[in-house]
């Protein structure tokens, strides 16, 4: 996970102890999982984009 998922995941937990509303706990819940699924994504595009770079075969 980069630095900027970490942080916002960071302000989403602050922001989510605050809230007093189950609806918003959710939502902030469900934002977060989203972060989390992004940043993985993330790292398996640039992961899968590095090693159709570095195929010697295709060269």
Same mark, same amino acid.
């Given at each position: 996970?980069? #630095?900027?998922?970490s942080w916002l995941?960071?302000?989403i937990n602050q922001l989510?102890?605050?809230?007093?509303?189950? #609806?918003?706990?959710?939502? %902030?819940?469900? %934002?977060?999982?989203?972060?989390? #699924?992004?940043?993985?994504?993330?790292?398996?595009?640039?992961? #899968? %984009?590095?090693?159709? %770079?570095?195929?010697?075969?295709?060269?």
């Amino acid at each position: 996970m980069d #630095e900027q998922s970490s942080w916002l995941i960071d302000q989403i937990n602050q922001l989510k102890d605050k809230q007093v509303k189950y #609806e918003d706990r959710a939502f %902030l819940s469900a %934002l977060k999982q989203v972060v989390i #699924e992004q940043s993985t994504r993330t790292d398996q595009i640039q992961h #899968e %984009l590095d090693g159709r %770079l570095w195929n010697h075969d295709k060269w």
